[in-house]
């Protein structure tokens, strides 16, 4: 069996996968190009990708027969991948969910309170050697503690936040989801998107990405935010529609925002980048050690159970 492992991924994650076959791991830390893409699928049986290696119904289309049966992705978020096209020519797909969902809310408290407290700008004072000194009236944030927070998809992570928000900083939570969803957090589940972004402090997204939640978050949702509200993205960035953000935030009719993720990633348009009421973060998400190893372990143990002719626990 031949595996491909699309990064370099941790080396407690490479040991484990080494005895499943003949593992080939790619070097390189930037997503597979188009003709890696194809090559994945006529020269492996399994593949380890990952965010950004853009297995499109297009290159399903070009390999008529391929010799790959499993794409085991690590990551939770699979819109990379067009599972549908994928399973149509015989492959399996599946992910690492619940190996991301705290380190991934953690990022999104971070933001929150990063955005509110205006923590980078303060920063990037500091080390400008601009800061003339503490005074009663510097630099004032919004105050996190007590309030109300609104929560865009309650999955794993959304709910892993929604514990943080009310349990940590007393956070009245309500939140917008595709399905209803009873939750052991004290919550409020509203059927409006609107209606929950005119009536928070702070606005977060928890959905996948993907086709159906493509700029989800666009101008109507900014447009019904309160002017002092602060957005935080630690979804996808094709869930925001990034140039109505920037608009919102040049003319600042929200408080502001924190981003953990772009539309058009690496891409972090200047418009963005130039404005002081925005937190940039480069997808840190999971990044952590042990948690890329969980997640790494969690792809390979597909692996292992799809080697087994067992269905891999993951599949998505
Ligand atoms: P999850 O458990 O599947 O939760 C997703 C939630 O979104 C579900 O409750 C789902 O509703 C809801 N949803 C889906 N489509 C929706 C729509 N159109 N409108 C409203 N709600 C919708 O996934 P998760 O583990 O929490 O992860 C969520 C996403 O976070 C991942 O897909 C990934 O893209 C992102 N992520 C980012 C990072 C990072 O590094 N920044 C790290 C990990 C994950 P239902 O109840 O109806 O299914």
Redesign the pocket.
């Known amino acids: 069996m031949k595996i491909w492992m699309t990064r370099p991924l941790p080396a407690r994650v490479q040991e484990a996968a080494r005895p499943l076959g003949e593992l080939h791991v790619r070097e390189e830390t930037r997503p597979l190009d188009a003709e890696e893409l194809r090559r994945a699928l006529t020269d492996y049986d399994i593949v380890l990708p990952t965010l950004g290696d853009m297995f499109s119904a297009e290159v399903f289309a070009d390999v008529a027969s391929p010799r790959a049966r499993l794409l085991a992705n690590f990551?939770?978020?699979?819109?990379h991948i067009d599972v549908a096209a994928a399973q149509a020519k015989g492959l399996q797909v599946s992910n690492t969910?619940?190996a991301?969902?705290d380190?991934?809310a953690d990022?999104a408290l971070m933001l929150m309170l990063m955005s509110c407290r205006r923590a980078a700008e303060g920063e990037r004072l500091v080390r400008a050697e601009a800061w003339e000194g503490w005074h009663p009236t510097q630099m004032l944030g919004l105050h996190l503690s007590g309030k109300k927070v609104g929560i865009?998809?309650?999955?794993?992570?959304?709910?892993?936040i929604a514990r943080r928000a009310h349990f940590g900083f007393g956070c009245e939570i309500s939140y917008?989801?595709?399905?209803p969803?009873a939750i052991d957090v004290p919550a409020t589940q509203v059927a409006e998107?609107t209606d929950l972004a005119a009536s928070v402090d702070v606005l977060v997204t928890?959905?996948?990405?993907?086709a159906?939640?493509h700029h989800?978050i666009s101008d109507p949702v900014f447009s019904a935010m309160q002017p002092h509200a602060h957005f935080i993205n630690?979804?996808?960035g094709d869930?925001v529609d990034e140039t109505a953000l920037i608009i919102a935030l040049q003319q600042k009719r929200i408080g502001g925002a924190g981003l953990?993720?772009y539309e058009h990633e690496p891409q972090v348009p200047q418009a963005l980048r130039a404005l002081d009421n925005v937190t940039l973060l480069p997808?840190?998400?999971?990044?952590a050690l042990e948690v890329r190893e969980d997640m790494g372990l969690m792809a390979v143990d597909n692996i292992a159970e799809f080697l087994r002719g067992e269905t891999p626990p993951n599949l998505v």
């Open positions: 990551g939770v978020g699979y819109n969910p619940g991301v969902t380190a991934t990022i865009v998809g309650m999955g794993r992570i959304g709910l892993a917008y989801n595709r399905s969803k998107l928890a959905v996948p990405g993907g159906e939640t989800l630690i979804a996808r869930v953990d993720v997808h840190l998400g999971t990044a």
